[in-house]
T-cell receptor, first 113, second 114 residues
């Protein structure tokens, strides 16, 4: 069974630009969560999607958004990039997102210059 | 204030030594998870503990959930270089529906030297 796939692995953007990251969950998993990982703040929850609906959201500004498609693939978008958005963005999938184990991808490393 | 306080933040030891990593909180949790993250990869779930006082073993790793379900420890016996990585404790969203949300500790970076 293929694991969680995130693309691209690395991304360099300039302040003010926007970026879209992609996540393909494990086959059969309907829940996709997104996390931001930085050295200072650690791993922080962004949002969770299930059946194309956002069910849970963390404390991030509205510049961070996401969506989920009917095949459970998910994208997250960050608009008007700031230097502080430089981080490893991790996607995790689970069968139901409600207590079932999370399986993480290897992340997208975003650098904002 | 962090919900989960992990200690130590950094640990550098020689192969063959034993070590313990702690995850503490003032809150009570229904369950607690431990993850290991290696450089360039995402976190991988090692274990979930759910019962106060529970002890789980995974080869040379021993996990314990505190009796009051407020803290946990991870003990590694005879550490090997392959144990190097970031160890994270995490709990489901407190005070609400979990829905994909885990709250993580800041992590312990373990380096095991050959």
């Amino acid at each position: 069974k293929a694991g969680v796939t995130q693309t691209p692995r690395y991304l360099i953007k300039t302040r003010g630009q926007q970026v879209t990251l992609s996540c393909s969950p494990i086959s059969g998993h309907r829940s996709v969560s997104w996390y931001q990982q930085t050295p200072g703040q650690g791993l922080q929850f962004l949002f969770e999607y299930f059946s194309e609906t956002q069910r849970n959201k963390g404390n991030f500004p509205g510049r961070f958004s996401g969506r989920q498609f009917s095949n459970s693939r998910s994208e997250m978008n960050v608009s008007t990039l700031e230097l502080g958005d430089s981080a490893l963005y991790l996607c995790a999938s689970s069968s139901d997102g409600d207590g079932s184990p999370l399986h993480f991808g290897n992340g997208t490393r975003l650098t904002v210059t | 204030t962090q919900l989960l306080e992990q200690s130590p933040q950094f640990l550098s030891i020689q192969e063959g030594e034993n070590l313990t990593v702690y995850c503490n909180s003032s809150s009570v949790f229904s369950s607690l998870q431990w993850y290991r993250q290696e450089p360039g990869e995402g976190p991988v779930l090692l274990v979930t503990v759910v019962t106060g006082g529970e002890v789980k073993k995974l080869k040379r790793l021993t996990f314990q959930f505190g009796d009051a379900r407020k803290d946990s420890s991870l003990h590694i016996t005879a550490a090997q270089p392959g144990d190097t990585g970031l160890y994270l404790c995490a709990v489901p969203n407190a005070g609400g529906t979990s829905y994909g949300k885990l709250t993580f500790g800041q992590g312990t970076i373990l380096t095991v030297h050959p």
